[in-house]
């Protein structure tokens, strides 16, 4: 098959080209130091193209012109959070094999999928869309007619990462909000759940659950605003097999409301076993090193799965030890300093497995922006799950360790230039 991937996402790729299909790939400018780290990727791509945006319609159709002449699209497919209704919408142009341009929507867009839930009869959030933020007396309106009250979390329809997404105490708080951040004029208001936050993450095909893999964020992701990293802890589907057939339905039917039949997912749940309530669900592989720990837990790899499961191909599975049990932690970060963290500061951590760590010497980044800022991330495995979150708390303090030194370090100078008599003036 000729596909045309967006997104330049080695697993992808590679799956791609062990399938023996000609790939046309269409990539971001930030993309090509990631080809450069991977030289075998340029061997599985017959031809590429650099777009300014694969969140633009008309950048992605305009490349696939500018490369011609081009065999017969067979499939436009990607892995790309935010290139999933881009890439669909140009498969439906091209008459390619693609996700359904009105499923890929409800996947990326949180207030449909909300709203078809709620018909489905799906435990959700109450929420309300705010089509002008800014207008406080129609945002009050619209919050009454929905019953909200604050506490409530507000966030962009569309967006990634838990980019942008606040706690807010009154309606006036929205209004000062869009004032620092005119972008988000429109925006959808939540009611707040406080309870375990959960990721359920695998394949579907012809609208049944083929994989997949149950996890629970050590802390809800809302933990980034306050400067603690996200982390997740997978359930071994061997020693939990009820909570698995439990998810397993409760996914199929939030799936099904969707109309998401064939693909990946990423769906986040509150709440515990018995009483799950849905999210969001997004048709691509979770991000972090979720896709690591899924081959450990479950065998399979995700990321290469996403495009597998279009062209036909069966997904590598591997052996994985149902004694262990596996998560991922994001490293933190303190703003304004640069990293000093090595990786062989964390692979002397017993339980450690993959690290992926910014280069020493490089500033760091406010953690609050999203749940992914840090300065990388890291995979555990140990015997159970308590032995897993004490392996990442003894990730974290390292890292810590480290920040702090760093920053004491580089305060001296200015201690030393303080007056002997300890004056201030």
Same mark, same amino acid.
């Given at each position: 098959?000729?596909?045309?991937?967006?997104?330049?996402?080695?697993?992808?790729?590679?799956?791609?080209?062990?399938?023996?299909?000609?790939?046309?790939?269409?990539?971001?400018?930030?993309?090509?130091?990631?080809?450069?780290?991977?030289?075998?990727?340029?061997?599985?791509?017959?031809?590429?193209?650099?777009?300014?945006?694969?969140?633009?319609?008309?950048?992605?159709?305009?490349?696939?012109?500018?490369?011609?002449?081009?065999?017969?699209?067979?499939?436009?497919?990607?892995?790309?959070?935010?290139?999933?209704?881009? *890439?669909?919408?140009?498969?439906?142009?091209?008459?390619?094999?693609?996700?359904?341009?009105?499923?890929?929507?409800?996947?990326?867009?949180?207030?449909?999928?909300?709203?078809?839930?709620?018909?489905?009869?799906?435990?959700?959030?109450?929420?309300?869309?705010? %089509?002008?933020?800014?207008?406080?007396?129609?945002?009050?309106?619209?919050?009454?007619?929905?019953?909200?009250?604050?506490?409530?979390?507000?966030?962009?329809?569309?967006?990634?990462?838990?980019?942008?997404?606040?706690?807010?105490?009154? *309606?006036?708080?929205?209004?000062?909000?869009?004032?620092?951040? %005119?972008?988000?004029?429109?925006?959808?208001?939540?009611?707040?759940?406080?309870?375990?936050?959960?990721?359920?993450?695998?394949?579907?095909?012809?609208?049944?659950?083929?994989?997949?893999?149950?996890?629970?964020?050590?802390? %809800?992701?809302?933990?980034?605003?306050?400067?603690?990293?996200?982390?997740?802890?997978?359930?071994?589907?061997?020693?939990?097999?009820?909570?698995?057939?439990?998810?397993?339905?409760?996914?199929?039917?939030?799936?099904?409301?969707?109309?998401?039949?064939?693909?990946?997912?990423?769906?986040?749940?509150?709440?515990? %076993?018995?009483?799950?309530?849905?999210?969001?669900? *997004?048709?691509?592989?979770?991000?972090?090193?979720?896709?690591?720990?899924?081959?450990?837990?479950?065998?399979?790899?995700?990321?290469? *799965?996403?495009?597998?499961?279009?062209?036909?191909?069966?997904?590598?599975?591997?052996?994985?030890?149902?004694?262990?049990?596996?998560?991922? #932690?994001?490293?933190?970060?303190?703003?304004?300093?640069?990293?000093?963290?090595?990786?062989?500061?964390?692979?002397?951590?017993?339980?450690?497995?993959?690290?992926?760590?910014?280069?020493?010497?490089?500033?760091?980044?406010?953690?609050?922006?999203?749940?992914?800022?840090?300065?990388?991330?890291?995979?555990?495995?140990?015997?159970?799950?308590?032995?897993?979150?004490?392996?990442?708390?003894? #990730?974290?303090?390292?890292?810590?360790?480290?920040?702090?030194?760093?920053?004491?370090?580089?305060?001296?100078?200015?201690?030393?230039?303080?007056? #002997?008599?300890?004056?201030?003036?």
């Amino acid at each position: 098959m000729h596909v045309v991937l967006v997104g330049a996402r080695p697993e992808a790729i590679l799956g791609l080209h062990r399938g023996g299909h000609d790939i046309t790939l269409l990539y971001e400018d930030w993309e090509a130091a990631r080809m450069d780290n991977y030289p075998a990727l340029k061997d599985c791509i017959t031809r590429k193209c650099a777009v300014d945006s694969y969140r633009h319609v008309e950048s992605l159709w305009s490349a696939i012109d500018h490369l011609k002449p081009l065999p017969k699209i067979d499939a436009v497919l990607t892995v790309a959070e935010f290139a999933v209704v881009p *890439a669909a919408i140009l498969g439906n142009l091209v008459g390619a094999l693609s996700v359904d341009p009105t499923v890929a929507m409800a996947c990326r867009d949180k207030a449909i999928q909300k709203s078809l839930w709620a018909d489905s009869g799906i435990p959700t959030a109450k929420f309300a869309v705010l %089509p002008d933020a800014a207008d406080l007396d129609e945002v009050e309106h619209l919050l009454a007619l929905a019953e909200l009250h604050p506490p409530l979390i507000i966030k962009p329809l569309a967006a990634g990462g838990s980019e942008n997404v606040s706690v807010i105490e009154s *309606a006036a708080e929205i209004a000062a909000h869009v004032a620092d951040n %005119p972008h988000m004029r429109r925006l959808l208001a939540e009611e707040k759940i406080s309870a375990p936050e959960w990721h359920f993450d695998g394949i579907v095909r012809d609208g049944k659950i083929t994989n997949l893999m149950v996890s629970r964020y050590v802390e %809800p992701l809302l933990c980034t605003k306050r400067g603690e990293p996200t982390r997740s802890i997978a359930f071994s589907p061997s020693r939990n097999p009820d909570l698995y057939a439990e998810v397993n339905g409760f996914a199929t039917k939030a799936l099904e409301a969707l109309s998401h039949s064939v693909g990946v997912f990423h769906f986040e749940a509150f709440g515990q %076993p018995g009483a799950f309530i849905a999210s969001e669900l *997004a048709c691509r592989p979770g991000g972090c090193l979720l896709g690591a720990v899924a081959e450990k837990t479950i065998g399979v790899d995700l990321w290469g *799965a996403a495009t597998q499961v279009f062209t036909g191909n069966e997904p590598q599975v591997r052996e994985v030890d149902p004694d262990l049990v596996h998560g991922w #932690v994001n490293l933190p970060s303190i703003p304004g300093i640069p990293n000093m963290v090595r990786e062989e500061d964390l692979t002397a951590i017993d339980g450690v497995g993959e690290v992926v760590v910014t280069p020493q010497g490089r500033m760091m980044y406010d953690m609050s922006e999203t749940a992914s800022t840090g300065i990388g991330y890291t995979t555990v495995s140990a015997r159970d799950e308590t032995e897993c979150r004490r392996v990442m708390d003894e #990730v974290i303090a390292t890292v810590r360790a480290i920040h702090e030194k760093t920053r004491f370090e580089l305060a001296e100078p200015q201690r030393d230039a303080c007056p #002997v008599d300890g004056s201030t003036e």
